[in-house]
């Protein structure tokens, strides 16, 4: 991947809270890229500075290999797709979508065609001569968009631009956004505190923490192998165990007391040494549940527990089990329940068991 | 269902109570009575003499001499005001606001004599300029206020979409802020138009020799009877322009 968008050791502090603490990321050409985490973590004054709202207090960002930091919005090849969509109410969809062109003192014959072609884009050329009072949340949302890309940005920036739609109807944008990324093959940089909408909708995502970046990943390995435990627990669900690396065993596999529970044999992904504290995280569907207790073999984990708790969700169910002092969340597909014929009540018996490779090592945290 | 009448009776009376006057007024001015007592036939007597009162037109021409040039500066200095007022954030921006309210509830004739003191003692010679800026202060205030109500539902995200979108910062403010607050600079424009047409008192205070405005020109014709048929004549002529004048702005309006 190319460094098209450069963060260079950007800074942003509002008094004495430091919104962005030493940010650095870069781009590629064409990706989505997703800035997630939640409210406060510094993505929207991150993305305000790529925009040109915000100076940064230090460091530098780039666009395509040319410094833009000491650049006002206008002059940037940035478009921003706001929040509340921000239209022009006293314009029409048309002379919405046509305004970047005319600022720019286009030909009127390219702002004719440029306006009508992303019209077609999205899909409301008969709504041209409207209002945008008169349209419905998508089809704002839509002229947003093209409102932003007839002006064929470099980057076009995204700040929540799902947040304002109903459940149903965001499902239906999170489709089309993603189809016109593919379409116009324009770097596209999401703002979001949802993490279904990041993970849909990018090819890579930054997942920020108090005006840090915590890991930039690809969905499947922020999911899969997360390396905090704040990561972990904003992406999913995860159950967390504090323990000691008692021994270490070839191809990076390492037995890890946990006190109350056992000692599980899990997979790390980093280097440890013995007698190390390290944290265990295991998702909830990654734990089989079993009213038996499970073959014995080297690679299976097994504890038992008392069922607290259970919520049926349809396609699946989850638990909450406790065992000694610890509460562990498990989550099954109906059909993945394999110990006879009746599910585990509240209050009976169960073992947990999951394999070394589900478990992950994250970051111990003071 | 059973229709009631109350509304329409509720109409009546209010018709009545409103439109009365202006009837008797209007009535009279063609009337060839001079005290409008009794009717004594149709006459335009009234209309040939108002027509010749060469003073009672020069003090229609300074009159809105002083309501158009007045109502413009407040309209330029209201927005400012207001737009500041919003924008700005500061220990004194209550004091600030205070201010431009002030005029609203203080009493006409306080501030006519407080303005007339302070030309006194400034040296200022009472005239054009001194019922000018007597009239540009209070209209400012009814200006910043329909401002201000304007720019309570304004986004200023607007703004940086406008800047995102390539717009300059003055070009933002021209295509995107003034259009939005053009309805509540006219509207309180008009208003201040109207305040400054038939104001009497403070302009009583701080008129000179020379610069007898419409009010002050009828007030001082009520006092001998032979001009009160004129006043009437006049006042119709007015009420005819201000419907005229409704009427175009309406039409207008429907094009637009």
């Known amino acids: 991947m190319d460094d098209f968008l450069v963060i260079d050791h950007v800074s942003k502090s509002f008094g004495a809270q430091r919104a962005v603490d030493d940010v650095s990321l870069t781009v590629g050409k064409g990706e989505a890229f997703s800035l997630l985490g939640p409210s406060g973590c510094g993505k929207t004054t991150l993305l305000r500075m790529i925009a040109g709202f915000e100076r940064p207090d230090r460091g530098r960002i780039l666009v395509g290999g040319q410094d833009i930091t000491a650049l006002p919005p206008e002059l940037r090849p940035v478009n921003t797709v706001f929040q509340n969509y921000a239209l022009f109410p006293h314009l029409s969809v048309w002379e919405n979508i046509a305004f970047g062109l005319r600022m720019s003192r286009r030909p009127r014959e390219e702002i004719r065609s440029g306006v009508d072609r992303m019209l077609e884009l999205v899909r409301l050329s008969e709504h041209a001569r409207k209002r945008p009072g008169q349209l419905s949340g998508g089809q704002r949302q839509r002229v947003a968009i093209a409102r932003a890309l007839v002006n064929r940005p470099q980057v076009l920036l995204l700040d929540e631009p799902l947040a304002a739609l109903d459940l149903k109807l965001r499902q239906h944008m999170l489709m089309e956004l993603n189809t016109i990324h593919e379409q116009v093959g324009t770097t596209f940089i999401y703002v979001t505190h949802d993490q279904g909408e990041a993970m849909s909708l990018s090819d890579r995502i930054a997942v920020m923490n108090a005006g840090k970046v915590e890991q930039v990943d ?58 190390q504290k390290l944290r265990l995280m295991v998702r909830p569907e990654k734990i089989s549940l079993t009213l038996k207790r499970p073959p014995s073999g080297e690679r299976v984990n097994a504890f038992s527990g008392i069922v607290e708790d259970m919520a049926y969700f349809g396609s699946h169910t989850r638990y909450r089990i406790r065992a000694g002092e610890h509460s562990i969340l498990a989550q099954l597909q109906r059909s993945r329940f394999s110990g006879g014929e009746i599910d585990p009540a509240r209050g009976s018996e169960v073992w947990m068991s999951f394999h070394p490779d589900e478990a992950r090592v994250v970051r111990l945290e003071a | 269902m059973k229709r009631s009448w109350l509304p329409v009776i509720t109409t009546l009376g209010v018709i009545l109570f409103l439109f009365a006057p202006l009837v008797v007024l209007v009535v009279n001015s063609f009337n060839a009575s001079r005290f409008g007592g009794e009717w004594e036939g149709f006459t335009l007597n009234w209309y040939e003499k108002l027509w010749a009162a060469g003073e009672v037109w020069e003090s229609l021409w300074i009159t809105l001499k002083i309501a158009v040039s007045a109502s413009l500066a407040a309209m330029v200095l ?179």
Not at chain 1, 231 to 259: C, K, M, P, S
């Open chain 2, 78 to 256: 209201g927005t400012l005001a207001a737009y500041s007022l919003h924008r700005y954030r500061s220990g004194l921006q209550n004091v600030h606001h205070m201010l431009i309210t002030l005029p609203l509830v203080m009493p006409d004739i306080l501030m006519g004599m407080s303005l007339l003191a302070l030309f006194v003692l400034s040296g200022v010679e009472t005239g054009l300029l001194t019922i000018w800026i007597a009239h540009v202060t209070f209209c400012l205030s009814f200006v910043t206020m329909a401002v201000l109500g304007r720019l309570q539902d304004f986004d200023f995200t607007l703004l940086d979409a406008a800047r995102d979108l390539g717009a300059s910062q003055a070009k933002a403010v021209k295509k995107v802020l003034l259009p939005l607050l053009l309805p509540g600079v006219l509207a309180g424009g008009l208003l201040a138009f109207t305040l400054s047409i038939d104001d009497y008192v403070i302009t009583f205070f701080v008129s000179g020799p020379g610069t007898t405005t419409l009010p002050l020109r009828v007030a001082s014709m009520m006092k001998t009877s032979r001009s009160l048929p004129m006043i009437n004549a006049l006042s119709t002529l007015l009420i005819a322009s201000t419907f005229l004048f409704a009427a175009c702005s309406s039409r207008l309006q429907r094009r637009a």
């Open chain 1, 218 to 275: 690809t969905p499947e390995h922020l999911y899969e192998m997360p390396r905090t435990s704040f990561v972990a627990t904003f992406i999913g669900d995860a159950n967390f165990f504090t323990g000691i690396a008692v021994e270490l065993q070839h191809e990076g596999y390492v037995r890890v007391l946990i006190e109350g529970l056992g000692s599980p044999l899990v997979l790390s992904n980093g280097e440890l040494s013995a007698n």
